[in-house]
C-alpha cells in the first residue's frame, strides 16, 4: 500500500464535452512517435460504447476470488486509426480532389459523440472524461510479467517504467479500464502518469489545470482538508468507476442526473429519471443512486435559498478550493528512495 | 512547396516524420492483431513487489523533462470566438510545442468564481496551424483558374506591386469605391484590424461591415435599447437565480464560461434550456424544453402575457424604464407627440406623452430625444399603464389614444400566446410551459443567455424583441444577474475611443461604410424569390437606398435606376481585399456568389496565415504571422479583462505582421503613386484631396506608428478603460478596465463587482438611447406600421415550404467559424469529415444509414458529405455545425451551397431616432436559419483517399 494516495473527483454535472483536457493532455504527453491513436485522456458520451470501443463489456480486472481476469486485446479497429490528410495537393498543388482523411473513419475515440440513448422523446446523454484510475490494487501491475509497472509509495500513482516494458501487453488485457496504451513504435505500453510532473512543481494535472468546465478537484485522499477527501470520503457524494471490477479505481465521478422529462417538470430522479437508472448503475455501481437522490436534494435546497456545504464546495471558485497539492510530500519520498 | 516541414522538432526528441510514420496504420495494426508476448525477463526481480517499493525509478526523469521548456510567451487567439482567454506558449530548442490557459485572471471578488482557466480544446491545439500544412509561407501569386490551388511562389515586392497597381489603377480609372476592404471583430486584435481600415480610409476604399453580415447582431438591441449590443461579463451569471438558455448552447459554443452557469446553479439558480435539439447544455439544464424550431417568439410572448394577466409584472420599473406608458394615436398607430398638440418642431416632434394619474392629461414625459431633460425620473408624474382617452389635437381635432401597454394586452389576447396556445405551437407541453412562466414570475433575478440558435432566423428582430420584453416586463435589465445577455461574436471593442481614433483617423463621416448583407447581395446574382407585401426585397432596397437609409457602394445614380437592375449595376466593386476573415467560405449564397461576384471582381487579395477557401480562391495570398508571432491587443463583451498577443517567436518563414504588410502596401503604393507620377485627387463625395504620393506618411501618422506596438499603445493610450496601460504592462497578466467611457458604454466598470450594462439608466436614470429614451418596444415608422410589427409579435419563419427540412448551421464545439474546421488533432475527434446531423425518425424516412454519404440539396445548390443520427435532434431538420472549409471532404459544393441572402425590410429603415444606418450596429442581417433542403442516400463516386499523407506517413 502506497503512504499516500493521489486522487481526482470529476464532477459530471459540470463536464462540457468540450474535450480541451483531452487536447492539454494529448499536446503535453502523446504528441509523439506512435502515440497518436492513444488517449490517456478521452471524453465519451454516455451511454455509449467508448474508447476503446465496448473496453467496459470487455472484462478485465479481477474476479471476486481476486484472481485476474484478463480480457482480449482490443484491436486497433476498436480505437480508430488517428487520421491523416493530404492538405498540400489541393491547396498548393493544383489538385482538383478535395482534402480527404486516409482512411474512412468507421470508429475512433468520439465517434458516437452526443448520441446517448436512443429514446427520441426524451433523448438522453452525458459525458464521462476518463484517465487511468491510479487504482489501489492495479490490475495491470498485478498482471505483468517483468514487474514493470509499479505503485508509487510516497502518492500512489501508478507508472510504467519506461526503460523496463517490454511490450507484452499483458497489462492492456488486465485492465478493466483499456488505459495502457501500446506503442508500436517503441514497442512498449504506455499510459496516464497522473501528471506527476506537474505536481511535483505544484501545478495540477494538465487534464485539471486546462478543464475549462473546472469539474476536476485533486489532492490526496487521506488528506482531510482536500477536496477529494471531502468529497469522497466525508460527503460521499463521488463514486469510483466499474467498481465490481475489483481494482480499487482513485478517479471519483459525482454522478449526472439529468434534467426531467418532457411534461414532468417538476419530477424527481427517483420518480422518473430521462436517464435510465441501470445505465448509471452500470458504470458507476449500485450506491449510484443514493448519491444521486442526496445531490438532487441538496441542489433543492440550494434552489429554495439555503446554501449547501457540498454545492458550495463543487463550485469550486478557484484553484485553491479545487486543488490540494503536496509537492512537499512527493519530493521527500522521491528524495528519500 | 506544398509539403509541410516534416523537421520540426517536437521538442520530445521526436520528428514530425517520426510521429507521421506512425499514423500510417498499417504496421500498426497487425502488430496489434497479434499477441505473442511472452514473459522475457532479462534479470531477476523476484524480490521486488512494485505494489510497495520500486528500485528502479531513475527513469522517471523521461517525463520530467518531457515537461520543461526554454521560454514561455504570452499570446491568444483573433478568430472571434467571443472568448479572448490569454494563453501561454512553451517552446523548446526554437520550435514552439504546446500552449496552456495562462489562468492568470484577477478576480472580481471573493465570491464570484474566477475566469480560470480560461481557453477550449481549440486554443489547446492552435500550434498545429503554426507548422501544419496548411500555413502560407510566401506570397503567392494565382498560376491557375481561381481556387484551383495552382500558385507561383513571388517576392514581397512582386507580390505588394501586383496589389498596389491594381488598386491604383482602380483609384485613377474606376473611382475609390470600387476598392473594396474586409475584415472583422476589431476586438479580437484591433491593432491587425487598424492595419487595413486605415489603408481603406486613406485610400477612400469601402469598408466593409461583419456584425450584422453574419448574423451575430441582434437587431432587437438596436432596436429597443438604442445599443448594437450589451451584455454582462459571464462572471454575472453567477449572480442569477433563474438563467434561461436561449438559442444559446454555452456548453458548446461558449466554453470557456459556461462553468459560472452550472456554478449558479450550485449557487440557487434554476437553469432553463430552450433549444430543438437535445445538446451538451441541456444534459445540465434543470428544465429542457425541446421547441419546435422557429417558434420562440410564441413562448416568450405567452410568458410575457402570463405575466400581465397575474399581475406579476414590475409595474414602477415599466413605469419608469420603458416605452409601454406612452400614449398612441389610434387613427394613425403613431405616438402621441407632442407635435401634435402644439408646434411642430425638432423637438416636439421627438418629444413622447404618457397619461398623468396626478393631472388627469396627458403628460410629456423626459428622456425622449426632443426633452430637454435628460433624466428617467418621473418627478411628479404618474404614468397609466391601462385606458383609452380623448386628446385633442393643435387644429382642434379630438382623437383616441391609448398605452403602448394597452395595444401589448390587446395583441397578447390572441389564443396563441395563452399557455395551452404556446404549448401547441411550440411542440411543448402544457406542465412544461407553465414552470417557464412560473419561473420567471418568481426568481430573480432572471436572466437569457441568448445565442446564435435563434438569432439567426429571419424574423431575429421580433424574436429579440419579444425575449427582450419578458426581461423588461420583470425588471430585470439593468441588474446583476438579470437582462437579455446575447453573445455571439466579439464585436465590442472595450477600449473604443482609441481603437476609432486609429481605424479611421479622420473619424466616420469620411469613410465610405457598407453594410456586407446588401453589398453582397446586390452584387452577385442572387434572388429572394420571397414577396413582402406583395413586392420583392429588391424595391425596399432599391427605397431604402434613396432615401439615404442605406448606403450601397459603389455609387451609381439611384434616381434613374429601377428594382430590376441592382444586381447587375453600371458601376461594379472591382477588387476585394481580404484579412482576419474567411469571407468566401462563411458566405450564404456561396454557389451564386461564385458564379457572379467572384467573376467580376478583378483583385482578390487574401492575407492569411493558413490557406482557408477565401485565399484558395483569391489572386493573390500574402502570408501573414500566426497568432503566436505578433503584437497585438484582445478583449471581449464576456469579461472585462485585456491581454496581449506577443511574438512568441518572430514570424516564421516569409510571413509579416498584418501591421507590417499594410504599411509595406501603403510603401508600394507611394511608389507606384511616384513611378506614374499620378497626382493627387479630389475625392468630391468626401471633400478630401487624396494625395496618395504621402501614402505611407499618412498611414504611419509621420512615423509615430511605425511598430503594432506603437499602434497598440496608441489604443491603450488613448481609451479612457485602459488608461495608465502600455501593451509592456498587460504582459504580466490579464488587466481589468479601470473605467468605461460614457459616451460609448451604459455601466461603470467597478471595482468588486461583475459588469453589467444598463446601470446608468436604472440606476442613474439617464435616457436610453431611443428615440422615446426608454426601453423603446414600441416602433411607429410607417415600415413598421405596413408589416404589423410595431410591437414584438411572432411570425413563421420565412421559409421555402417545397422542401421539408430545415437547414440548420449553428455554431459548435469543434471549430469556431471555419478555424479548426481543417485541424487533424480535432477532426480525429469527431468523424474526420464534414457531417450532418439527422434524427432517428428522419433517417429512417429518408433511407438513410448512419455513417453513410447523403447528398442534401434545394434550389440553390448541393452539398454531399457525412451523415449522423441522433436521437436528440428534432425531426424536421438537418443540423450542419458551421464553417467547413469548402475544400475539405464534401463530394460536391459546400454548407453554404444550399444558403442565400434574405433581407428583411425592416432592417433597411433610417431616418427615424436611434434607428439610422451605422456600420455593424444597424443595417440587415445575413440571417440564414429559415433555408430549406431535402436529403437523400449518396452513391456516387468519392474522392480518393489521401494516399499521399499514407505514404508520407510511412516514408
Redesign the interface.
Given at each position: 500500500m502506497s503512504k499516500h494516495q493521489y486522487a481526482m473527483v470529476m464532477d459530471l454535472n459540470k463536464c462540457l464535452g468540450c474535450h480541451t483536457c483531452t487536447l492539454a493532455c494529448k499536446k503535453q504527453w502523446t504528441d509523439g512517435d506512435g502515440m497518436a491513436y492513444m488517449y490517456w485522456n478521452n471524453v465519451e458520451t454516455r451511454p455509449g460504447q467508448g474508447y476503446p470501443r465496448n473496453f467496459d463489456r470487455m472484462g478485465g480486472g479481477f474476479d471476486v476470488r481476486g484472481n485476474l481476469r484478463p480480457s482480449k486485446l482490443p484491436p486497433l479497429e476498436d480505437y480508430g486509426e488517428a487520421l491523416e490528410y493530404d492538405y498540400g495537393q489541393r491547396l498548393f498543388g493544383g489538385s482538383k480532389k478535395p482534402v480527404m482523411p486516409h482512411v474512412l473513419a468507421d470508429y475512433g475515440p468520439n465517434f458516437d459523440e452526443d448520441m446517448g440513448g436512443d429514446d427520441t422523446r426524451n433523448p438522453y446523454h452525458f459525458y464521462l472524461p476518463r484517465i487511468c484510475n491510479h487504482c489501489t490494487h492495479p490490475a495491470c501491475l498485478e498482471a505483468c510479467p517483468r514487474k514493470a509497472i509499479y505503485k508509487r509509495a510516497e502518492d500512489g500513482i501508478v507508472l510504467v517504467d519506461q526503460e523496463r516494458c517490454r511490450g507484452y501487453r499483458h497489462c492492456i488485457r488486465a485492465c478493466p479500464y483499456k488505459k495502457l496504451y501500446f506503442n508500436v513504435v517503441e514497442s512498449m505500453s504506455q499510459k496516464c502518469i497522473f501528471c506527476y510532473p506537474r505536481l511535483e512543481k505544484g501545478r495540477p494535472n494538465a487534464c485539471a489545470a486546462q478543464c475549462p468546465g473546472r469539474l476536476r478537484f485533486v489532492g490526496i485522499l487521506d488528506d482531510q482538508e482536500s477536496p477529494v477527501h471531502k468529497l469522497v470520503v466525508q460527503h460521499k457524494v463521488a463514486l469510483g468507476l466499474l467498481p465490481q471490477r475489483g481494482t480499487g479505481p482513485n478517479v471519483y465521478y459525482v454522478p449526472p442526473f439529468l434534467p426531467p422529462k418532457a411534461g414532468h417538470p417538476r419530477a424527481t430522479v427517483s420518480q422518473d429519471p430521462r436517464l435510465p437508472v441501470k445505465v448509471l448503475e452500470r458504470l458507476f455501481g449500485p450506491r449510484v443512486m443514493d448519491v444521486v437522490r442526496s445531490l438532487e436534494g441538496e441542489l433543492r435546497r440550494a434552489q429554495r435559498g439555503s446554501r449547501s456545504e457540498v454545492l458550495d464546495l463543487l463550485i469550486g471558485r478557484n484553484d485553491s478550493v479545487r486543488y490540494a497539492l503536496r509537492p512537499d510530500i512527493m519530493k521527500r519520498s522521491a528524495s528519500g528512495k | 512547396?506544398?509539403?509541410?516541414d516534416d523537421k520540426r522538432n517536437?521538442g520530445?526528441?521526436?520528428t514530425r516524420r517520426?510521429?507521421?510514420?506512425?499514423?500510417?496504420?498499417a504496421?500498426?495494426?497487425a502488430?496489434?492483431?497479434s499477441?505473442k508476448?511472452?514473459?522475457?525477463?532479462?534479470f531477476e526481480?523476484a524480490d521486488?513487489d512494485?505494489?510497495?517499493?520500486?528500485p528502479?525509478?531513475g527513469?522517471?526523469e523521461?517525463?520530467?523533462r518531457?515537461?520543461s521548456w526554454d521560454k514561455v510567451g504570452r499570446s491568444t487567439h483573433s478568430v472571434n470566438c467571443t472568448g479572448s482567454c490569454s494563453w501561454k506558449v512553451y517552446v523548446k530548442n526554437g520550435v514552439m510545442?504546446?500552449?496552456?490557459?495562462a489562468?492568470d485572471y484577477p478576480?472580481i471578488n471573493?465570491?464570484?468564481?474566477?475566469y480560470?482557466?480560461?481557453?477550449?480544446?481549440k486554443g489547446?491545439?492552435y500550434?498545429e496551424y503554426v507548422y501544419?500544412?496548411?500555413r502560407v509561407k510566401y506570397p503567392l501569386i494565382r498560376?491557375?483558374e481561381r481556387g484551383?490551388?495552382?500558385?507561383r511562389k513571388a517576392s514581397w515586392d512582386e507580390a505588394l506591386a501586383y496589389v498596389a497597381e491594381r488598386l491604383v489603377d482602380n483609384i485613377y480609372k474606376h473611382g475609390p469605391d470600387t476598392n473594396t476592404f474586409f475584415s472583422v471583430i476589431p476586438a479580437m486584435s484591433p491593432v491587425s484590424f487598424c492595419s487595413g481600415s486605415r489603408m481603406a480610409h486613406l485610400l477612400g476604399g469601402v469598408f466593409c461591415s461583419f456584425y450584422d453580415w453574419y448574423c451575430d447582431l441582434p437587431p432587437g438591441q438596436p432596436i429597443t435599447w438604442g445599443v448594437q449590443t450589451e451584455a454582462c461579463e459571464c462572471a454575472d451569471w453567477f449572480n442569477s437565480k433563474f438563467i434561461v438558455l436561449w438559442g444559446s448552447n454555452i456548453?458548446?459554443t461558449r466554453?470557456?464560461d459556461?462553468?459560472f452557469a452550472?456554478?449558479a446553479?450550485?449557487?440557487?439558480?434554476?437553469v432553463a434550456?430552450v433549444s430543438p435539439d437535445?445538446?451538451?447544455s441541456?444534459?445540465?439544464?434543470?428544465?429542457?424544453?425541446?421547441i419546435k424550431p422557429g417558434t420562440d417568439a410564441v413562448l416568450a410572448l405567452a410568458t410575457c402575457r402570463y405575466l400581465i394577466e397575474q399581475g406579476v409584472y414590475d409595474a414602477p420599473y415599466v413605469k419608469e424604464q420603458t416605452d409601454l406608458p406612452l400614449l398612441v394615436r389610434e387613427d394613425n398607430q403613431r405616438f402621441l407627440r407632442m407635435s401634435d398638440l402644439g408646434p411642430k418642431t425638432k423637438l416636439t416632434e421627438a418629444t413622447f406623452l404618457c397619461w398623468d394619474a396626478s393631472t388627469e392629461g396627458p403628460k410629456p414625459l423626459p428622456g425622449s430625444q426632443g426633452s430637454v431633460d435628460k433624466t428617467l425620473k418621473l418627478g411628479s408624474i404618474e404614468p397609466v399603464l391601462t385606458g383609452r382617452w380623448t386628446v385633442r389635437l393643435a387644429d382642434g381635432k379630438p382623437v383616441r389614444v391609448t398605452t403602448v401597454f394597452e395595444r401589448l394586452k390587446k395583441q397578447l389576447s390572441v389564443p396563441l400566446y395563452s399557455i395551452s396556445g404556446a404549448a401547441r405551437r411550440c411542440g411543448?407541453?402544457e406542465?412544461?410551459v407553465?414552470?417557464?412562466v412560473h419561473d420567471f414570475a418568481t426568481r430573480k433575478p432572471a436572466m437569457i443567455i441568448h445565442g446564435a440558435g435563434t438569432n439567426h432566423w429571419y424574423h431575429n428582430d421580433l424574436l429579440n424583441r419579444a425575449m427582450i420584453l419578458v426581461v423588461a416586463l420583470t425588471g430585470n435589465v439593468g441588474k446583476n444577474g438579470g437582462g437579455f445577455n446575447h453573445y455571439v461574436g466579439q464585436e465590442r471593442i472595450w477600449p473604443e475611443h482609441g481603437f476609432k481614433a486609429l481605424a479611421f483617423p479622420r473619424g466616420g463621416k469620411k469613410q465610405r461604410w457598407q453594410n456586407t448583407t446588401m453589398w453582397t447581395y446586390c452584387h452577385s446574382q442572387m434572388q429572394d424569390p420571397h414577396r413582402i407585401n406583395g413586392k420583392p426585397i429588391e424595391h425596399y432596397i432599391l427605397e431604402s437606398v434613396r432615401q439615404g437609409w442605406m448606403p450601397l457602394w459603389p455609387e451609381n445614380n439611384w434616381q434613374a435606376l429601377n428594382a430590376g437592375q441592382l444586381h447587375n449595376l453600371p458601376r461594379k466593386p472591382r477588387a476585394l481585399i481580404v484579412w482576419r476573415a474567411n469571407y468566401l467560405n462563411q458566405a450564404k449564397g456561396n454557389e451564386a456568389i461564385l458564379r457572379s461576384l467572384w467573376k467580376q471582381l478583378d483583385l482578390i487579395v487574401d492575407i492569411n496565415y493558413r490557406?482557408d477557401t477565401t485565399a484558395?480562391y483569391s489572386d493573390v495570398v500574402l502570408p501573414a504571422a500566426s497568432y503566436y508571432e505578433k503584437t497585438d491587443i484582445n478583449s471581449t463583451d464576456c469579461h472585462s479583462y485585456i491581454h496581449p498577443f506577443s511574438k512568441v517567436l518572430d514570424p516564421l518563414y516569409e510571413s509579416k505582421t498584418d501591421w507590417d504588410v499594410f504599411g509595406a502596401l501603403a510603401q508600394k503604393i507611394e511608389q507606384v503613386i511616384k513611378k506614374r507620377k499620378l497626382q493627387p485627387f479630389e475625392d468630391k463625395k468626401l471633400g478630401w484631396k487624396r494625395d496618395l504620393s504621402r501614402l505611407y506618411a499618412d498611414w504611419s501618422d509621420d512615423g509615430k506608428l511605425k511598430t503594432d506596438e506603437d499602434a497598440a499603445n496608441f489604443i491603450l493610450s488613448h481609451s479612457a478603460e485602459t488608461k495608465g496601460m502600455t501593451y509592456q504592462s498587460l504582459q504580466d497578466h490579464p488587466r481589468r478596465f479601470v473605467a468605461t467611457d460614457p459616451k460609448a458604454w451604459n455601466s461603470d466598470i467597478e471595482v468588486g463587482r461583475a459588469y453589467t450594462p444598463f446601470t446608468h439608466q436604472v440606476e442613474k436614470k439617464r435616457p436610453w438611447r431611443t428615440l422615446t429614451g426608454r426601453q423603446q418596444f414600441y416602433v411607429d415608422h410607417p415600415w413598421y406600421v405596413d408589416f404589423g410589427e410595431t410591437l414584438p409579435v411572432h411570425k413563421d419563419p420565412q421559409d421555402d415550404p417545397q422542401y421539408p427540412l430545415y437547414w440548420n448551421t449553428p455554431h459548435g464545439?469543434w471549430s469556431i467559424h471555419s478555424t479548426w474546421r481543417?485541424n487533424?488533432?480535432?477532426?480525429?475527434?469527431?468523424?474526420?469529415?464534414p457531417l450532418a446531423y439527422i434524427?432517428?425518425?428522419d433517417a429512417k424516412k429518408y433511407g438513410v444509414a448512419d455513417?453513410d454519404w447523403v447528398k442534401i440539396h434545394n434550389g440553390q445548390g448541393a452539398a454531399v458529405c457525412k451523415v449522423?443520427?441522433?436521437?436528440?435532434e428534432q425531426?424536421g431538420r438537418i443540423t450542419m455545425y458551421h464553417g467547413w472549409?469548402k475544400?475539405?471532404?464534401?463530394?460536391k459544393g459546400g454548407w453554404q451551397s444550399l444558403t442565400y441572402i434574405k433581407i428583411k425590410p425592416t432592417q433597411l429603415i433610417g431616418g427615424y431616432g436611434h434607428l439610422s444606418f451605422r456600420l455593424n450596429y444597424w443595417g440587415p442581417t445575413g440571417n440564414n436559419r429559415d433555408v430549406k433542403v431535402t436529403i437523400e442516400k449518396y452513391t456516387g463516386p468519392v474522392?480518393?483517399?489521401?494516399?499521399?499523407?499514407?505514404k508520407?506517413?510511412l516514408k
Open positions: - | 512547396m506544398s509539403k509541410g517536437d520530445q526528441g521526436l517520426q510521429l507521421l510514420q506512425v499514423a500510417g496504420g504496421g500498426l495494426a502488430l496489434f492483431s499477441d508476448a511472452s514473459a522475457l525477463q532479462e526481480i521486488v512494485p505494489l510497495k517499493r520500486y528502479y525509478r527513469w522517471e523521461l517525463y520530467r518531457q515537461f510545442l504546446r500552449e496552456e490557459q489562468a478576480p471573493a465570491e464570484l468564481p474566477d480560470n482557466p480560461r481557453g477550449c480544446q489547446a491545439c500550434v501544419g500544412a496548411q498560376a491557375g484551383e490551388g495552382r500558385w456548453s458548446e466554453i470557456p459556461a462553468h452550472w456554478e446553479r450550485y449557487h440557487g439558480a434554476r434550456c437535445y445538446n451538451a441541456a444534459v445540465h439544464a434543470d428544465q429542457y424544453l425541446p411543448l407541453s406542465a412544461d407553465k414552470q417557464f490557406m484558395l464545439r481543417d487533424r488533432y480535432l477532426l480525429r475527434l469527431q468523424r474526420g469529415l434524427s432517428t425518425a455513417n449522423k443520427i441522433r436521437p436528440g425531426p472549409e475544400f475539405l471532404g464534401f463530394q474522392a480518393a483517399l489521401a494516399s499521399s499523407a499514407k508520407k506517413a
